[in-house]
């Protein structure tokens, strides 16, 4: 596994593989059975939670447009200020589209070369394959964008396809609701034009509720988190090529990814690059290595997942982890500074846990067997409605291996 490969990425960097696409056989098949419907015009909407792997996917599902498609393709990312600029979006995607075409004959191409000599008068510069137009011409290419992809496709005689991919839009849940406005006239002037054309959105799931009425229009596929046998196929694949894994440290590397696929790359590329400073996984830990994955964990899940109670009382447990170096040391509740609502909740996670394990828990520890790491995992996946009782056996399985190390 390299910084190159991880089934979400593609191997050695080209994304086609469909065997890097561990658990998203079903969503390949979903876009390519939609491509065989012979239509002029596609739209695919892909959402899910934070960090899920939508991007890539919409990176793999592009590469196989180029692959399969005659069509003139760009991908395009936005943060959050850019995707609420109009100008700028259609400015990104324009530049792009002109750059592949230029590329297409190694850079000798008439079609290209009659197309910017008629755009002249609205273009400032070309430097280093981007087209920069001019002030006055912006608010015109935002405002008739349908009319220029019509104009470019009478000139290339071939299908275009765009990516519109968003990204940092979620933390805040930011309001984009300058994009939908402009987004919802461009898809309908589109439907008026006869131009074939692959439209892929890429958005986060809480805000695609009001996309509007082109809603309807399009293909949603939502990416979601991954079983434990599809994360363990996943480390499977990624390390075969570079070394031996024993299957104990796979079943513990999907204990610790909870079918995350984010998570999950940071797993096991942090084990690969560690490998040769520890005897094992739990040396790797002990020097902050789990420390610095549960953080990450915390800052890639969602409020939607639990309460924003639940997730500030996830936020401190991280940070007490943190505190203390390792995370392996006996957890005390009053370290936490928690509000009362806070506390409150983390009785009731308390009352839970002394009901299923029929102990009684004392007001400064959480269970005399529980580290501030375990109690990490163990109150999440309470907040977030997971069984508990797996997540004990997970624990047990885990303290199990740890022993006979």
Known sequence: ??????????????????????????????FCDELKNEKMKYYFLITGQN????SSFSNYFTEL????FDYLCCSTTFNKIEINNPESIVCEISSKLLNELHHKNYGENPIYTKIIEELDDKIDEIHCGITRFNQEFKPYLAEHFAEFLEYLYKNINQGIYIEIDTINILENLEDISDFKEWFNKFIIKLENSEIPIIITLVLPKNVIADLGDVYNLFTIVEVKRLSDGEVKQFFINGFEYYMEVDDETIDFLVDLSCGHPAVMNRCGLNYYHNRNKFDNIFDAMSEGYIDERFLDLVKLDETEFMNETCF????KIAEDCKNRFDGDYWFKKSD????????????????YLESENEIKYNDEKVAYEFTSTEVLISFRI?????????VREKIARRKEFEKNM
């Open 1 to 30: 596994m390299t910084s190159y490969y991880t089934p979400f990425n593609g191997r050695y960097g080209v994304a086609c593989d469909t065997r890097d696409f561990v658990g998203r056989e079903d969503l390949i098949s979903k």
């Open 65 to 68: 447009v180029k692959n399969n």
């Open 51 to 54: 960090r899920m792997g939508k």
């Open 382 to 390: 309470w907040a977030m409605g997971y069984d508990e009782k797996k």
């Open 336 to 351: 936490l500074n928690l509000t009362e609502a806070e506390k409150d909740l983390f009785d009731e996670y308390i009352n």
């Open 312 to 315: 500030s009382i996830l936020n």
